[in-house]
């Protein structure tokens, strides 16, 4: 995923008075969501000439929707993610849009399998040189096409990135 993560709060004392107030912010620009709100404040401060008391997030754009009213929280932990060089985000990006937003760091970490040319490539991977050892000679004849499909219902895949389902 080439985008960039961004939410899009906006003023709610203005949009109840018929005018829209909002902004933009990409989240790998900053490390803290309060510094987003914080911001946010100070722009409707100069095009209002007030500070918001109450906002509401418009817009997502490239990451999972939190809601119009969301946890900061969960948006920080998401933005933790996105700023750490361990983890793929791209990945945690597809596996949010696949389980919501209710869902954990320690989850994902519990579910992601990887990423692979294909989900075939997967299970040889993990199973391949078992069933080799099982199979010696015969394995050549072993289908790992449809074995891959079935085995698949217990997974989901996304762009070559693996999650366990259960």
Known sequence: MDDECMICPQDLRAYNEGRLIFKW???TDY???NDIMDEFKEFVKEKAGYIPEEWMIADYSDCPN???YPDYDKIQEYMDILNDSTID???YKI???WMGSG???EDFEERYMGEWDSFEDYI???EGHEIDEKLGD???YFDWEKYADAMEQDYYVEDGHVFLAQ
Do not use: Q
């Open 89 to 91: 985000a791209d990945a």
């Open 124 to 126: 040889y991977e993990l």
């Open 66 to 68: 939190f809601g119009e």
């Open 103 to 105: 869902t954990s760091k």
């Open 31 to 33: 490390t803290d969501i």
């Open 95 to 97: 596996y949010m849009s």
């Open 138 to 140: 015969l394995s050549y």
């Open 25 to 27: 912010y990409t989240l």
